[in-house]
């Protein structure tokens, strides 16, 4: 049976003061029935991995470079994620595809550069307002997914978010039914990827605007498996009813 996943991105928020939230956050949750990832920013890897340590929270990082090590100022490799005790590493969010010119070629050899240091990987997709409005969403999210997955995705190693970049801290959510269409095509192009067996068991996310208030509509969606959650992520008192409301999803 697929555990759901509840993920949050701190994005470029949080130093050590923040981690108070994670305290609180596992006093809630001492044994939840889905699993739990934070992504905070790289300095707090180690310190949140140490407070993490022996509990069911996962922390993970935002992003990796896809060489192992070299001449890349200010660049954090895999296996350097790894080694300070991440989980997990999410590539291809549109923040990076935006603001560093991410293509999802460059996506594909991240990921495959996270699996080679055992880190899931959390490959975000997502279409602009602009190409919703043009009809071209599923196009979007066709090339996307089929040049950000390298060859070594399995359903244990990689998880897909969808996050449409118009709903990304903006407060505004697709409707149920558009979220609907955009998992069932995920997963069905899964399927012609790596199998049905495999497509069926990997998780897959949505991300974009998740509170509390919205959690409970958008996990009774079908191939909904958990949520990647930015602002709501940043608060025990915002994430934990998003978990609460994932564990209670069908
Ligand atoms: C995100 O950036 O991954 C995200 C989903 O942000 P928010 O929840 O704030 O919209």
Redesign the pocket.
């Known amino acids: 049976m697929k555990r759901k996943l509840a993920a949050g991105?701190w994005?470029m928020n949080g130093t050590n003061a923040n981690l108070i939230e994670l305290q609180t956050l596992l006093a809630a949750h001492p044994d939840p029935q889905v699993d739990i990832l934070i992504c905070p920013p790289a300095t707090l890897i180690v310190p949140a991995t140490r407070l993490s340590a022996d509990s069911p929270l996962m922390i993970g990082a935002q992003d990796c470079h896809s060489a192992s090590s070299g001449a890349h100022t200010g660049d954090i490799s895999a296996p350097m994620l790894a080694d300070a005790g991440a989980a997990a590493v999410?590539l291809g969010?549109?923040?990076r595809r935006q603001d560093h010119g991410e293509s999802s070629t460059t996506v594909a050899a991240k990921a495959a550069a996270a699996h080679a240091a055992n880190l899931t990987a959390v490959i975000?997709l997502g279409e602009s307002l602009t190409e919703r409005e043009a009809a071209q969403t599923l196009d979007v999210i066709a090339d996307q997914l089929r040049h950000s997955l390298p060859e070594s995705v399995t359903a244990a190693n990689t998880v897909i978010?969808y996050?449409p970049i118009w709903?990304?801290?903006?407060g505004l959510t697709p409707s149920t039914a558009q979220i609907a269409e955009v998992h069932d095509f995920i997963r069905a192009r899964l399927c012609d990827c790596i199998g049905p067996e495999a497509a069926q068991a990997v998780r897959l996310l949505y991300?974009?605007?998740?509170?509390p208030a919205n959690a409970a509509e958008i996990f009774a969606i079908p191939n909904v498996d958990g949520?990647?959650?930015?602002?709501?992520?940043l608060t025990a008192r915002d994430f934990s009813p998003i978990i609460t409301a994932l564990e209670n999803a069908r």
């Open positions: 991105n994005k999410i969010h549109s923040e975000c978010a996050e709903a990304i801290g903006t991300g974009g605007s998740v509170k949520a990647l959650v930015g602002g709501a992520s």
